[in-house]
T-cell receptor
């Protein structure tokens, strides 16, 4: 298995633009998690899905953030409009356990810079 | 809800020396405990995990960790560090009755030649 695949690896965009981050989880993993990593706040859980259904989005910072999982092999995290404070590394992780209690497999992340 | 603390922000050890990274957790019941490693520009990789049973768990890359309930700790150890072990290490705690995996702030390991 190629692991969790995220794209793009790097994204630089101007404030106000729409940004879409993509994730392909490991085949057979039925839970998917989106995290954001910054120096100030560390790793923060934004949202997670179980069997393609969003279970908890309480970590999504505000309405500018949205996430979808249209099928078991694809998820997107969208920021519209983007702001400089959204600059961070965004990770997608998948797990075969609903709460990740067997451990996560992380993707390599998307480094987002909003200027 | 559970929480986790990694007291050391940065540790430097010499190559070949032993290593211990500290992790303390707070949770009323038996926690699910994890150690992850993050190399620069990469995602986190699972080193080892503890659910129950033997309190000394072995992981990948020669790492081990010991669960000590009396001290609420889950420290990571390696008898002899290699230069390639330089990375950021994260402890995490999960619980069966909620879906809130908590990560520590991380400990950055530097290995001196």
């Amino acid at each position: 298995d190629a692991g969790v695949i995220q794209s793009p690896r790097h994204e630089v965009t101007e404030m106000g633009q729409e940004v879409t981050l993509r994730c392909k989880p490991i085949s057979g993993h039925n839970s998917l998690f989106w995290y954001r990593q910054t120096m100030m706040r560390g790793l923060e859980l934004l949202i997670y899905f179980n069997n393609n259904v969003p279970i908890d989005d309480s970590g999504m910072p505000e309405d500018r953030f949205s996430a979808k999982m249209p099928n078991a092999s694809f998820s997107t995290l969208k920021i519209q409009p983007s702001e400089p404070r959204d600059s961070a590394v965004y990770f997608c992780a998948s797990s075969s356990h609903p709460a990740g209690l067997y451990g996560y497999t992380f993707g390599s992340g998307t480094r987002l810079t909003v200027v | 809800a559970q929480s986790v603390t990694q007291p050391d922000i940065h540790i430097t050890v010499s190559e070949g020396a032993s290593l211990e990274l500290r992790c303390n957790y707070s949770y009323g019941a038996t926690p699910y405990l994890f150690w992850y490693v993050q190399s620069p520009g990469q995602g986190l990789q699972l080193l080892l995990k503890y659910f129950s049973g033997d309190t000394l768990v072995q992981g990948i890359k020669g790492f081990e960790a010991e669960f000590k309930r009396s001290q609420s700790s889950f420290n990571l150890r390696k008898p002899s560090v290699h230069w390639s072990d330089a990375a950021e290490y994260f402890c995490a705690v999960g619980a069966q009755n909620n879906n809130d995996m908590r990560f520590g702030a991380g400990t950055r390991l530097t290995v001196k030649p």
